[in-house]
């Protein structure tokens, strides 16, 4: 049961309680992400194909009338944390999810916005650490707390950009926009094709005979704020060499030619870039077309470019996908997904073929490797927004 349950609601709105002394106004949720394909290009301007899934943080909320924010976090032992608005907001020494509170916060007064006080209590089901935007959901779904107790004149995409700069300057990791965007602007039943440059979007919509599989492969990413960064430099070091503002602006056939001019890892990272672009491109046109053979075979390549052209992967992951596309053929595409290093893979497939992929992984994953997968079944769902009681 993916989505919170009623049980879990309940436990938030009780400690909501015990914490402040009466129950909550409202509550609010925000989704993490599964992307489909685009690694990596969402800061080189390029094209993602992320969606939104039924795993979320939840928050409840009412507003106070003084200037005082106040939040407990059931997912940490029910810790707390207290801060004014009226003081400048510091990172907070000890309590790392209570900085993507404050850095929110912080970057909502940032853009000038207007408003006073809350209590706020979070939960949620976005695994931690496994590459599924479980921050950009907490930052978004405070984003969108804030926005709606005090009618900020805000759109989703700014509830985007607000989290994305609290992650960048407040947290100290310098991700893309994707995850954020996602999260606060998917929609149900749809992927969202977003240009990182212009900032267009547009909804996709999802084969309903596909089921939409993330495999959890239990690695947790090791070293991937210093392995992010250095990416992301190179990436720009590629684009500095070759003349160009971002890799956006550089065809892969382009790149091809220029290719003497750039170091070898600098250009195989370059390469990844620029073709994951392109093949998003033609994926949402394969994903628009039920063309799932296509499919199946741009995301197959792009983990075969994340593997060894950025190499993002790591062996146990390898292994997990290739056991799995030769088990769906053409019927289904396999890929990790996020920032790598770690963390998930995404298959899509008929929903006749689940049962046996789960049995494969479960057959095989566990005596070649000494971990045990968690596998989700989602569903593609509705970005950051209240829930009706
Ligand atoms: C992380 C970042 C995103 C994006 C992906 C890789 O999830 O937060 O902005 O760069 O990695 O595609």
């Given amino acids: ?29 925000a989704p ?4 489909l394909i685009g690694e990596h290009t969402d800061y080189n301007d390029g094209f993602v194909l992320p969606c939104a899934i039924d795993y979320q943080t939840l928050v409840a909320a009412s507003s106070r009338a003084d200037m005082t924010v106040r939040v407990v976090a059931l997912d940490y032992d029910n810790q707390q944390d207290e801060f004014s608005l009226v003081s400048d907001i510091a990172s907070h020494p000890t309590q790392l999810w209570s900085n993507y509170v404050r850095g929110v916060v912080k970057h909502l007064q940032l853009r000038g916005m207007q408003f006073k006080g809350a209590d706020i209590a979070i939960t949620g089901n976005v695994p931690q650490g496994a590459g599924l935007s479980s921050s950009a959901s907490l930052e978004v779904a405070i984003g969108e707390t804030f926005k709606q107790l005090y009618n900020l004149s ?3 995409a700014e509830v985007a950009f607000n989290g994305q700069a609290a992650e960048n300057q407040f947290v100290g990791c310098n991700c893309g926009i994707m995850d954020q965007m996602v999260s606060a602007c ?45 990416r992301r430099q190179q990436c720009e070091q590629a684009a500095e060499i070759l003349g160009i503002k971002a890799l956006r602006d550089i065809s892969l056939t382009e790149l091809q030619n220029q290719k003497a001019l750039l170091p070898e890892v600098v250009y195989r990272r370059a390469h990844h870039v620029v073709s994951d672009s392109e093949r998003t491109l033609l994926a949402a046109n394969a994903l628009r077309n039920n063309d799932i053979k296509t499919l199946s075979k741009l995301m197959a390549e792009s983990h075969v470019s994340m593997r060894d052209d950025f190499e993002m992967t790591v062996a146990p ?65 509705n970005g950051a927004g209240e829930l009706q009681a």
Avoid: W
């Fill in 317 to 381: 992951i390898d292994y997990i996908v290739e056991l799995l596309s030769e088990y769906l053929g053409e019927q289904g595409g396999i890929r990790m997904t996020g920032g790598g290093f770690g963390g998930c893979i995404v298959a899509l497939m008929p929903h006749a073929l689940v049962d046996g992929a789960k049995q494969l992984i479960a057959q095989h994953y566990h005596s070649k490797t000494g971990i045990k997968e968690d596998i989700y079944i989602c569903k593609a769902s």
């Fill in 186 to 230: 998917g929609a149900q039943h749809h992927a969202l094709l977003l240009d990182c440059r212009s900032y267009d979007t547009q909804l996709i919509s999802m084969p309903t005979e596909l089921s939409v599989m993330i495999i959890n492969s239990n690695i947790k990413r090791g070293l991937v704020d210093s392995e992010y960064n250095t």
């Fill in 32 to 35: 993490g992400r599964v992307n």
């Fill in 154 to 156: 805000m759109s989703m």
């Fill in 1 to 29: 049961m993916p989505s919170i349950s009623s049980s879990r609601l309940a436990q938030l709105d009780g400690v909501f309680a015990t914490v402040f002394g009466a129950r909550p106004a409202r509550h609010f949720q």
